[in-house]
């Protein structure tokens, strides 16, 4: 008897409200158009070597990621990460 999402392409059986996971109720709350969302099992097994970056969405050699402090490579590579820093420092310049 589970639930599922009623959202567009949506298998989710987490219904929060609505009919709807919490991915889709998030955008009907924020008056989007319901799409289908990505799916989000953590990141893409990347080939050895490679990591994925989960702002453009690429593979790329894990020299250009930065490393967690338990030696991990993060979610954004460099080049994201710095596109993200400049982005919230211009944010925190305007407030
Ligand atoms: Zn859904
Ligand atoms: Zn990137």
């Known amino acids: 008897m589970n639930k599922q999402c009623e959202g567009p392409e949506c298998t989710s059986t987490k219904v929060?409200?609505?009919?709807l996971c919490g991915g889709h109720y998030r955008q009907l709350k924020l008056g989007k158009e319901l799409t289908p969302l990505r799916k989000w099992r953590g990141r893409p097994k990347a080939p050895e070597g490679?990591?994925?970056?989960?702002e453009c969405e690429l593979f790329?050699?894990?020299d250009q990621f930065h490393k967690t402090a338990a030696g991990k490579t993060r979610y954004r590579c460099k080049a994201c990460q710095s596109?993200?820093?400049r982005r919230t420092n211009n944010e925190k310049?305007?407030?």
């Open 93 to 95: 310049k305007v407030a």
């Open 83 to 85: 596109d993200y820093q």
């Open 60 to 62: 790329k050699p894990e």
């Open 50 to 54: 490679y990591a994925y970056c989960n």
């Open 16 to 19: 929060v409200a609505y009919g």
